[in-house]
C-alpha cells in the first residue's frame, strides 16, 4: 500500500515538473512574439517616417521614365513587402 502511493507521489511531482517546463516554454514563445510584435510596430514607424521626410523634402525619382515623388515610390515599396 505504501508502495503504491508513494509510486502515486512521485508521478504526481514528474507531472508538476513537466507542467512547470510547459509553463517556462509558453513564456518564451510570448516573449519571442513580443520581440517580433515590436520589431514590425519599428519597420512600420520607420517607413512612416521616411515618407514623411520625403513628402516634406519634394523629393523626385524617375521611374520606368515617368518623375514621381518618392514618397509615392515609398508606400507603394510598403505596401507591397507587407503583402508578403
Not at 513580443?34 to 520589431?39: G, L, Q, T
Not at 517607413?47 to 514618397?71: C, D, M, P
Request: proline fraction near 0%.
Amino acid at each position: 500500500m505504501s508502495d503504491e502511493k508513494d509510486i502515486e507521489l512521485e508521478y504526481l511531482k514528474l507531472n508538476v515538473e513537466v507542467w512547470k517546463k510547459i509553463v517556462d516554454v509558453q513564456q518564451h514563445f510570448n516573449d519571442l512574439e513580443m520581440k517580433v510584435r515590436n520589431f514590425g510596430l519599428l519597420i512600420v514607424s520607420a517607413f512612416i517616417s521616411a515618407i514623411g521626410v520625403s513628402l516634406k523634402s519634394q523629393y523626385e525619382a524617375e521611374v520606368v521614365g515617368y518623375n514621381r515623388h518618392s514618397a509615392a515610390n515609398l508606400g507603394i515599396n510598403y505596401l507591397i513587402e507587407s503583402t508578403e
